[in-house]
Antibody, heavy 123, light 108 residues
């Protein structure tokens, strides 16, 4: 069974750095067809893609947040970590990680999602 | 960056009716890289359609996707009570992903 589970602080202060961990099971982060994205959703708002890490360790970031985001993975621990610097109250949201499958010229979507973790930014 | 614009914002329908949701891209999208998701309150999104028209595993055939270029459509025939939710389109291109702003399908 494929699962992803997010973990991290519930509350962070403005200007602090947020570190979130996505622990996956049922698949390997070295599988060439698979990568992991982070997506967030502010209360009552739409989904916003944040960052993605590919099986070959290539990384991609939302241009609007580039500079604040760093994504990395530890294949041996089956974990993907997202850090976001200089947190602001507008970053209050539920943060999801999701598995994305792509191979050659095909993209099979984000087929498995974690339950999400809610982060509030407040002093 | 490709912007996805979904319409309408809200669709009010009765169970048994059909729903047609639209997603328009600011640039031409490769159809292979287009997907639809369903999200219910308090839940993570669920993949419905990938490659613009292929149903994900376990998705009923009342859900269908179509479109190419800049215009894509999700059609839900014979709405079931569990289909009332928010639907998002998504595109992937040049190692970047974007989502539309969502269409809420609500019970009339």
């Amino acid at each position: 069974q494929v699962t992803l589970k997010e973990s991290g602080p519930v509350l962070v202060k403005p200007t602090e750095t947020l570190t979130l961990t996505c622990t996956v099971s049922g698949f390997s982060l070295s599988d060439k067809r698979l990568g992991v994205s982070w997506i967030r959703q502010a209360p009552g708002a739409a989904l916003q893609w944040l960052a993605h890490i590919f099986s070959n360790d290539d990384k991609s970031y939302n241009p609007s947040l580039r500079g604040r985001l760093t994504i990395s993975k530890d294949t041996s621990k089956s974990q993907v970590v997202l850090t976001m610097t200089n947190m602001d109250p507008v970053d209050t949201a539920t943060y999801f990680c999701a598995r994305a499958e792509q191979w050659m010229m095909e993209y099979y979507g984000m087929d498995v999602w974690g339950q999400g973790t809610t982060v509030t930014v407040s002093s | 960056e490709i912007v996805l614009t979904q319409s309408p914002g809200t669709l009010s329908l009765s169970p048994g009716e059909s729903a047609t949701l639209s997603c328009r891209a600011s640039q031409i999208i490769v159809s292979n890289y287009f997907a639809w998701y369903q999200q219910k309150p308090g839940q993570a999104p669920r993949l419905l359609i990938y490659g613009a028209s292929s149903r994900a595993t376990g998705i009923p055939d009342r859900f269908s996707g179509s479109g190419s270029g800049t215009d894509f459509t999700l059609t839900i025939t014979r709405l079931e009570p569990e289909d009332f939710a928010v639907y998002y389109c998504q595109q992937y291109g040049r190692s970047l992903w974007t989502f539309g702003q969502g269409t809420k399908v609500e019970i009339k």
